[in-house]
């Protein structure tokens, strides 16, 4: 039947609900849920502990439906290890990426949460493809489904560092880390799901007592250049981000990523080195330094995708000498400092790479 709605897009709340108006037990939303999410059994038919009654109910209620990989993309790396960009079409059509990362015992899913971005950061090839609308949970919660059975893998962190800004979609994004982060269900621990942001102060505010880990994406060392690049800066400045984290109510033991992409010329000096130690030393900050991925796809497979399209930027990737002066700089200066060598470059998976092809 074609008005049934897919399973995937319901909360724990809201199956217990429908489970209560069809006189069935409240109890019997979570074993559904188990079964779905645990067990990843995908027919009512196989709940060997629901009611025949309750799984006929369902059954003319509610499919299993997931949207479609309908292309990947391999990079492996020297060391053994490799990472997977998959295009996934969704119900209406669109197309959004998800990054899977190989990397020994840390198997990393990097998901997106809309289909484009708002955001418009300059550097950044989904900023530069507009924005199209929000996924669902159900959306955001396919992705792992569709890619840990592709991979045959069980997913051990997240990171919403895929297309779009997670907290400008905050409600389904929370509504699918309630079944994610679940031990009962998907079961990826919280302090392993990253939520990476552009800064949105008021809904970082909103989600720092939920325990998972924030990154925010800086990208300069002062509201000149940061305006320059990212158009949220001109709302919630770096003096935002510093009174965010300063404020001490961010809980416990995790620090706060600051990403910080380095474009030559642009934010690889040390003087820009400087500015950051004296806006956020002593903080409970990281930073992750990110080498900036230029959008270069001629004579490659993406070129017959949506890549092709791309027009580039005139930024240039730092040099390894002001990278690693950068790095030492701010090293010296006590902060812990990690370097993501952008695994899925070539697959254009890399950070401010995903796009979606149509
Ligand atoms: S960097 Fe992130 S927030 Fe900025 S445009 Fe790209 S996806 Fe959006």
Request: aromatic fraction near 10%.
């Amino acid at each position: 039947m074609n008005n049934k709605k897919s399973i995937f897009c319901l909360s724990l709340k809201e199956l217990e609900t429908f489970c209560i108006k069809n006189s069935a037990k409240k109890f019997n939303a979570f074993q559904i849920m188990k079964w779905v999410y645990s067990t990843r059994i995908y027919d009512f038919n196989d709940m060997t502990n629901i009611s025949k009654s309750l799984r006929e109910t369902l059954n003319s209620n509610f499919n299993f439906k997931l949207p479609e990989i309908t292309a990947s993309f391999k990079e492996d790396t020297t060391d053994g290890n490799y990472s997977m960009k998959y295009l996934i079409k969704l119900d209406d059509g669109c197309t959004i990426e998800s990054v899977f990362i190989d990397y020994g015992k840390r198997k990393t899913l990097c998901v997106s949460s809309q289909v484009g971005c708002k955001m418009l950061c300059d550097f950044c090839s989904t900023g530069n493809f507009g924005f199209q609308r929000n996924l669902t949970s159900s959306e955001i919660i396919s992705q792992i489904l569709l890619i840990e059975n592709e991979c045959k893998v069980k997913i051990t962190n997240i990171v919403f560092m895929g297309m779009g800004e997670p907290l400008d979609n905050l409600f389904e994004v929370k509504k699918a880390l309630e079944i994610i982060s679940d031990p009962n269900l998907i079961g990826v621990a919280r302090r392993k799901i990253t939520i990476s942001t552009c800064g949105i102060i008021d809904k970082l505010i909103e989600i720092r007592d939920l325990r998972y880990k924030i990154a925010i994406s800086l990208n300069a060392s002062n509201n000149y250049l940061r305006n320059k690049i990212m158009p949220i800066n001109k709302k919630y400045p770096i003096e935002d981000i510093v009174k965010f984290i300063s404020c001490g109510k961010y809980f416990g033991h995790n620090k706060i990523t600051l990403e910080y992409v380095l474009i030559k010329d642009f934010n690889d000096s040390i003087n820009n080195a400087k500015e950051l130690i004296k806006l956020f030393f002593p903080q409970n900050v990281k930073f992750n330094l990110i080498p900036f991925n230029k959008f270069d796809i001629k004579n490659t497979e993406l070129s017959k995708t949506a890549y092709g399209k791309l027009t580039e930027n005139n930024y240039e990737r730092t040099s390894e000498t002001a990278y690693n002066n950068f790095q030492d700089k701010l090293m010296k200066a006590g902060f812990v400092v990690t370097i993501r060598h952008s695994k899925a470059q070539s697959i254009y998976g890399g950070c401010g790479q995903l796009k979606g092809s149509l």
